[in-house]
């Protein structure tokens, strides 16, 4: 996996931490990651965001940046952002094309896994990950809020808010991870946790056992023999971070293939601009005006 980042490790945009081995026993790996990326991280960001690697940021109120908006909520422990869950749109090969450009089925906004959040946290007033992927515990007087300002206290903000931003979730299009699986943590910790990029951000920051890196998918890798069912099914087989118990199945892929009913194709051309953002960066390296620009600095 570094071979595919070293671009992005070398722009300094990305900050690359493999962790083997069970990190707190008796605790989900998932949520000991995130835990160990608060630790390293806390006092160097104002801002972090935990998500995967299928989830995308969308700004949807014409904020000129993320920083921006999320300037707008200074007293808070946390953002709390909506999914927007996204179907196969009909491919049986992976398209050539980048992610936000040739996945455009969606679910409607009011479809009731929507109401999953995931968190923007403020780093010096979180306590740790709670019990889920999706929500933290924070310190005392503070809580998240989602876009509209309305508190939410666990994994789940319903009806969802998506009039600022969207957690785009292309659920049913997972990657092919490179060679055989291994039990280790790849850990993302990028040093632009301030979410630098503007308009459409990909991820500021992956704190979080899981597999290829957005980046690359951004970059449109070549298109391979296979079906985004059979994909699907691969990624099942890997294992869930998340620990027995907590795996998806193939129901999970019927329910969100038949739910994505609408077509969201405004996120399409922000796909385009930022695989050409992401490209000028890792090419001109930490000093350049490209990665500058691209970290918000």
């Known amino acids: 996996m570094r071979g595919q980042l070293e671009d992005f490790i070398a722009a300094g945009l990305v900050r690359y931490r493999l962790l083997e081995g069970p990190l707190h026993p008796g605790k989900r790996q998932q949520l000991a990651v995130y835990d160990d990326c608060l630790l390293q991280a806390r006092n160097r960001h104002a801002w972090m965001g935990f998500f995967d690697l299928d989830e995308f940021l969308i700004i949807m109120d014409g904020s000129p940046s993320l920083p921006a908006l999320l300037a707008r909520y200074p007293g808070v422990g946390a953002l709390a952002v909506n999914w927007r869950l996204f179907g196969s749109s009909g491919h049986v090969e992976r398209p050539v094309g980048g992610v936000l450009q040739s996945f455009t089925a969606c679910t409607p906004a009011g479809y009731p896994e929507n109401a999953h959040i995931k968190s923007i946290v403020r780093p010096q007033r979180t306590l740790g990950a709670a019990w889920s992927p999706h929500h933290f515990e924070y310190a005392a007087g503070y809580y998240a809020v989602n876009t509209n300002g309305t508190r939410v206290d666990g994994p789940l903000s319903s009806p ?6 969207l957690l785009h979730h292309y659920a049913l299009r997972s990657r092919r991870a490179a060679g055989p699986h291994h039990r280790t943590s790849p850990t993302f ?4 946790c301030r979410l630098r990029v503007s308009h459409i951000s990909s991820v500021a920051t992956d704190c979080h056992r899981s597999f290829p890196s957005r980046s690359p998918a951004l970059a449109s890798p070549p298109p391979i023999e296979t079906s985004s069912r059979q994909e699907f099914e691969e990624k099942l087989a890997k294992g869930n971070a998340m620990g027995p118990g907590q795996e998806k199945h193939a129901d999970f892929w019927e329910r969100i293939e038949s739910g994505a009913t609408e077509r969201c194709s405004y996120a399409a051309p922000l796909g ?4 050409t953002r992401l490209g000028q960066a890792a090419t001109t390296g930490p000093g350049g005006g490209a990665a500058r620009h691209l970290r918000g600095q």
């Open 272 to 275: 385009a601009a930022a695989q």
């Open 160 to 165: 969802p808010a998506s009039d600022a931003l």
């Open 189 to 192: 910790c990028d040093p632009g």
